[in-house]
């Protein structure tokens, strides 16, 4: 049976989900992760959560320690993750509330630790291929969960990751489309990355919050209304993981 980990995001950082929840703290070699894990049961399986960005939200983008969040999961001996993200949408037909099973990122972080491969082992190199980051039977299992549930949801999205803290400016959101992204958020690389080169299947679930800022018949994006929208529709997201866990 396989061991489940989860990377809870904005508004998800401590969520009531596991049977038997106990707090597990632990070290990696590259620091603690951002938040003890929360490790327990959902319908038999083994399951650690930790929380993306702390439990009282303190680490910010550019600070999360991705290498020891995925290293904590490893060393529990997950052999797939799920992660939760709050994105922007940069589309029209991705409502608020929508949740997109991504399936492709575009990288536009400067600041993070992006690689366990910092230093290569005598002619041997690490080139990870990144071609399709999201695992294909995990990204299955997530669209099956949402229309199980009934969920309005897309079953593809690249997605943009951007620096942070701070949201884009008008421009940055015009060419991001113009990119072809289909949502924003501040989180999924390097963390899909990561997971990639440690060999364990990723695949995120993301909530439209908003739309950024390229709309300009209504006001710009604000962390209030992503965490007021993320809160409303939290339990779409809850009711995906709970089925895609109950189905792997
Ligand atoms: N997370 C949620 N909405 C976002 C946005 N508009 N830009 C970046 N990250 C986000």
Redesign the pocket.
């Known amino acids: 049976m396989r061991t489940i980990g989860i990377i809870g995001g904005?508004g998800l950082d401590d969520p009531d989900i596991l049977e038997n929840a106990q707090d597990m703290v632990v070290q990696t070699p590259f620091g603690p992760p951002a938040s003890p894990l929360k490790t327990g049961t959902i319908a038999g399986r083994k399951v650690a959560l930790v929380a993306r960005h702390g439990r009282q939200h303190t680490d910010s983008?550019t600070k999360v320690n991705n290498r020891a969040n995925l290293w904590a999961l490893r060393d529990f001996g997950c052999d797939a993750i799920l992660a939760t993200?709050?994105?922007?949408?940069l589309r029209e037909d991705i409502e608020r509330g929508d949740l997109v099973v991504l399936d492709q990122f575009i990288d536009f972080t400067r600041l993070r630790a992006l690689t366990f491969f910092e230093e290569f082992e005598p002619h041997a190199p690490s080139h990870t291929p990144m071609a399709e980051p999201f695992d294909a039977a995990l990204r299955e299992t997530l669209c099956f969960a949402c229309s199980a549930a009934n969920i309005q949801h897309h079953t593809t999205g690249t997605v943009v990751?951007?620096e942070?803290p701070r949201?884009?400016t008008r421009a940055e959101?015009n060419m991001f489309r113009a990119w072809g992204a289909d949502?924003?958020?501040?989180?999924t690389a390097p963390e899909c990355i990561l997971a990639n080169e440690l060999g364990i299947p990723y695949a995120a679930v993301a909530m439209?919050?908003?739309?950024?800022?390229w709309k300009t018949d209504e006001a710009a994006?604000t962390w209030e209304?992503?965490l007021r929208t993320?809160q409303e529709n939290v339990t779409k997201v809850t009711k995906v993981l709970l089925e895609s866990v109950r189905a792997l």
Do not use: L, R
């Open positions: 904005s983008p993200t709050a994105v922007g949408s990751t951007i942070g949201f884009s959101s949502v924003i958020n501040m989180s439209s919050t908003d739309y950024d800022c994006v209304e992503v993320f």
